[in-house]
C-alpha cells in the first residue's frame, strides 16, 4: 500500500515559493533583446516580448513606469530594459518586470524625437504649404524666451539698433527643464489671444540634445503651428534643429538672426523713401518741362495765332448744309401734299357719299339698317329707308318684282 506523502502543496502555494525564490535572485538585470509582441493595453500597462536568435522572454511594464518612457517602442526594435525577473502567479509562467526601457544603439531622447518627427509629419505640422508670410512691417514684436538669458538680450539690442521704434512685448518661461515646455506652449497661445502683437520670435541659445528637448515637445510644436501670428523660431546655433523649426514659419539659423529678419531698418527705409522723393521730384520735373516745350510748340501754331481762320469756314459749311437741308425738306413736303391730294380725290370717288352725289341712292330696311341688294332681302308690307344726298326716304312695299318680270 503507498503512503501519502507528508507535505503536499497547491498549485499556487509551488507559483509563491517559485515567484519569491526568483525575485529575490534577479531582484535587477539589464537584458537586450528585440521586441514583439509589442501591445500597449487601455490600462496603460505594456506587454510584449523579448527575443533573441534562441529564445524568449515575456515582459510586462506597469503604468507607473510607463509614462515615464520619452517614446513608444514597436515591434522588430532592438533595446535594453532593466527589471526584475517574477512570475506571473495565475499562469505560472515567469516573465520580466520592466522598469525602464532605452533603445540599443540609439540614444532614448534620440528615439523619441524619430518618433515624434514622424508622427507629426504624417499629420502635416511641418507642411510648407500652411506655413503663413512674415508681415513686412511688424510695429509690435512678442518674444517668447528666458527673461535672464543672453538671447533675449542680444535680441533687443538687435531689434533697437535696426528700429528704435517698435515695441517689444516679452512673455518670459523656462527653455530647459521639464516646466519650459507648458510655458513655452502657453506663451505662444496667450501671445495670440493678446491679439496685439504682428510677430512672434520664440527661442534659446544653443544646448545639446536634452538642453533643447522642450523645443522638441510636441504642445510646443503644436502651438507654434496653431498660431494665427507667424512665428520665427531661433533655437540654438546654425547647427541645432528641432521640431519647433520645422514647425515655425520661418527658421532663424540664430536669435540674433531672427531679430535682424524681424525688425525692418528704420535708417534704411527713410534712405529709401528719401531717394524716391528724389526720383518723383525729377520724374515731374522733367514732365513738367517736356509739357512747357509741347506748350510752346502748340502756341506756334496757326489755329491759336489766328483761331477764326479755323472757325469760319466751318460756319460757312455749316450754313450751306442748312440752307441745302432747308431746300430738301420743303420739295419733300410739296411732293407729300401732291401725292395725299391724289389720294384723297382717289378716296372720295370710292366714298359712298360721292356714289349718292353723282345720283344714286342705298336702300335699307329700316329695322335692322340691313342694305338692300336683292328682292329676297324685303317682303311686302316691310318699311325701307332710302339715303339719297340730301337725307332719308321713308317707304312701304307694296309689292316686289323680279327682274325678269320686270316689264318697266
Request: with cysteine.
Amino acid at each position: 500500500m503507498q503512503t501519502m506523502p507528508d507535505e503536499v502543496y497547491t498549485v499556487t502555494a509551488v507559483n509563491k515559493m517559485a515567484r519569491y525564490t526568483i525575485e529575490e535572485s534577479f531582484p535587477s538585470l539589464w537584458v537586450e533583446g528585440e521586441v514583439s509582441n509589442y501591445h500597449l493595453h487601455g490600462s496603460g500597462h505594456r506587454y510584449f516580448s523579448l527575443k533573441d536568435d534562441s529564445s524568449q522572454i515575456r515582459c510586462a511594464m506597469w503604468r507607473s513606469y510607463g509614462q515615464a518612457l520619452k517614446f513608444e517602442p514597436k515591434d522588430g526594435m532592438k533595446v535594453i530594459v532593466a527589471g526584475g525577473l517574477t512570475i506571473y502567479e495565475k499562469g505560472g509562467a515567469y516573465q520580466l518586470s520592466v522598469k525602464k526601457i532605452i533603445p540599443s544603439g540609439v540614444g532614448e531622447l534620440e528615439m523619441a524625437l524619430r518618433q515624434l518627427k514622424e508622427k507629426l509629419t504624417e499629420e502635416g505640422l511641418f507642411d510648407p504649404d500652411h506655413k503663413k508670410t512674415l508681415p513686412a512691417y511688424p510695429m509690435k514684436i512678442g518674444i517668447v524666451t528666458s527673461p535672464t538669458g543672453a538671447v533675449i538680450h542680444d535680441i533687443i539690442r538687435v531689434i533697437k539698433r535696426r528700429n528704435p521704434g517698435l515695441d517689444i512685448i516679452l512673455w518670459p518661461t523656462e527653455v530647459q527643464g521639464d516646466i519650459a515646455a507648458p510655458q513655452l506652449a502657453e506663451g505662444i497661445q496667450q501671445i495670440n489671444e493678446y491679439g496685439e502683437v504682428d510677430l512672434i520670435i520664440i527661442g534659446r541659445g544653443g544646448g545639446s540634445l536634452e538642453d533643447l528637448w522642450a523645443f522638441n515637445d510636441e504642445r510646443v510644436v503644436r502651438a507654434v503651428y496653431d498660431s494665427v501670428i507667424p512665428v520665427i523660431s531661433a533655437v540654438g546655433h546654425e547647427v541645432d534643429y528641432t521640431l519647433t523649426d520645422m514647425a515655425a514659419d520661418y527658421s532663424a539659423a540664430t536669435p540674433s538672426m531672427a531679430a535682424e529678419i524681424a525688425a525692418w531698418p528704420l535708417t534704411e527705409m527713410k534712405d529709401g523713401i528719401n531717394a524716391y522723393l528724389q526720383v518723383m521730384k525729377r520724374s515731374v520735373f522733367d514732365h513738367f518741362r517736356e509739357n512747357k516745350t509741347r506748350f510752346r510748340e502748340y502756341i506756334g501754331y496757326r489755329v491759336f495765332r489766328k483761331p477764326e481762320s479755323i472757325i469760319e469756314p466751318r460756319c460757312q459749311r455749316l450754313d450751306g448744309q442748312i440752307q441745302l437741308l432747308r431746300l430738301l425738306s420743303e420739295n419733300r413736303f410739296d411732293t407729300f401734299r401732291k401725292t395725299a391730294a391724289i389720294h384723297m380725290s382717289r378716296l372720295e370717288a370710292l366714298s359712298p357719299l360721292g356714289i349718292l352725289a353723282r345720283g344714286y341712292s342705298v336702300t335699307r330696311t329700316g329695322k335692322n339698317k340691313k342694305v338692300v341688294s336683292s328682292i329676297n332681302d324685303i317682303e311686302q308690307g316691310v318699311i325701307l329707308e332710302t339715303i339719297v344726298p340730301d337725307g332719308l326716304v321713308f317707304s312701304q312695299v307694296e309689292k316686289t318684282e323680279k327682274k325678269n318680270e320686270y316689264k318697266g
